[in-house]
């Protein structure tokens, strides 16, 4: 048995299926020369994606080294990580990709070829032990550089995919139908990838250490996503056991009744709505009682392809969405990409910290071609029925003017073709946590808050969301995300404004007390969890959840918050 984090609930029994290929199962393509900027940028993309993984693998051995042999022999790896940082090394890695258009792969061999035949022809034992260890470590990169993805329409039907890294976009060619489980050595519970298999409903396990060493391609392998354990070849007795639970699981979920409204016992009523990427989960979202979306994550239209969707492509799957609903509201964010999320046509360069770079609204507002077509699109869709629009990542009230602005000018330019648009709700996230202590000043420019709790936690507890190794860290519950959320719903509603929340803390049923007793207005999540989280709210009393929440706001840490959580119910 292997331990992961427990990513999206359910259980997946199947064969496994390695998503990647080895060096040397496939053609490497060395000889391959890069063509135009896009390719290089994205060859240098790669280099620094595969310097990164190597460096952690290095990292792992020296410490397993530390602890089950010594410090001396640790050191080994330590200096195999000095060379991997070498900024010589490096600029002439890079120099061979930018200026003689090598692949990186081929790069990397050749810079550490030269070091190395120099070291190696000098007479001294100490230089030529020195070759051998920067062939190691150029073999090392070249095996990461060289690793080759199968395409996500090869997995065979039922199969549990088991992969080092699995990108959002990737996790997105999968569905329920076909895969029955996912499995994966990196990530984390709100990790792009991880939100995209729980809206798919495929039982995920992400940040299993030591994965890809342990599983064969064929292994029977149970995942269990609610509890974070892999098993590979379990025995039949385990093996009849989760059958047995999967099924009673199953039916379990079937049976909740998701009629009516979520109301508290006192009566306060929140609105129970769907996170959804396209117009095809529409229907799930309908069929678990959503009463609108609160969520449509838009960047998902813009992934998996080699330009941007035009306007008319846009507003027919806006439209198709929006008259779903009959009148119920939508709240469609814009372009959301950067971070765990790159597009690789715009061209946008390098960050060395995606997630605090060039992501979100940032990136539109640089690229108002883009921005204002969706805009448009938004805008002509608005006419089929209730659409929100909503900006993503803001951190600072020029951005949110700015953006209204693009969104003024493309009204505008509607209407010089004839077509007038009434008043669109306009609301923005609050992600960042200079936005939610900015919340009093930002009300006054919007319609509404949605609380994305999966990015605050991460830039208020400086937890990467998607890194298993400090996945530890990172909780929503914490009491300075709590302090954050709670300003930002007293800011709201000072100023007559609603406040939903649509992170993954959302779907936490365990939550619910503290979701009401917050005092949101509306609650987004992916459409499984709508009916359990409703029957969690219609148990709770509103004025007993503020007093709760009072409480929790005191306390030391999250630990803490999850113990008085459990213990309300
Ligand atoms: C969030 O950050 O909580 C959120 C809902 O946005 P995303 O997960 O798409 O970054
Ligand atoms: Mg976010």
Known sequence: M???????????????????????EEETGNSQL????????????????????????LEELADKTRRDISEA???????????????????????KIQVEKKNAARAVEEVAEAIAGSFAALDDDLFRERAA????VAGRLVAKLTTRMRPAREVPPGAIIVAGELTPSQTAGFSRDTVAGIATETGGTTCHTAIVARALGIPAVLGVRGLLDQARAGDTAIIDGSSGAVYLNPGSELLEEYKKKKVTLEAGRLNIKCTGPARTRDGRQIE???????????KIALEHGAEGVGLFRTEFLFMNREEPPGEEEQFQAYQEVVAAFQG???????????GDKPLPYLNQGHDEN???????????????????????????????GNLRIMFPMVTALEEIREAKKIMAEARLELEASGLAVSRVETGMMIEVPAAALMADILAREVDFFSIGTNDLAQ???????????????YDACHPAVLKLIDVTVKAAHRYGKWVGLCGELGSEIQAAPLLVGLGLDEISMSPVFIPPMKEAINKIAYHEARKLVRRLLELPGPQEVRAALSEFT
Request: proline share 4%; charged share 25%; glycine share 10%.
């Open 73 to 95: 022999e640790a050191g080994i790896f330590k200096a195999h990580i000095l060379m991997l940082t070498d900024p010589t090394f490096i600029a002439g890695v890079k120099e």
């Open 459 to 473: 830039y208020t507890l400086a937890v990467d969301r998607g890194n298993e190794r400090v996945t530890g860290m």
């Open 2 to 24: 292997l331990k992961g984090i427990a990513t999206a609930p359910g259980i997946g029994i199947g064969p496994v299926y390695l998503l990647e290929l080895k060096s040397g």
């Open 328 to 338: 119920q509201p939508v709240v469609v964010r814009t372009l959301d990409v950067g």
């Open 133 to 136: 260890d920067i062939r190691d």
């Open 272 to 282: 129970l709505v769907a996170n959804i990427r396209k117009a095809a989960e529409v």
């Open 354 to 384: 995606p997630f605090l770079g060039l992501r979100g609204l940032r990136l539109c507002l640089t690229r108002q071609e883009i921005f204002k077509t969706q805009l448009k699109a938004l805008l002509r869709a608005a006419l089929y």
């Open 34 to 57: 890069l063509y135009g900027p896009e390719e290089i940028q994205a060859e240098l993309t790669r280099l620094e994606e595969a310097l990164g993984r190597a460096k952690r693998d």
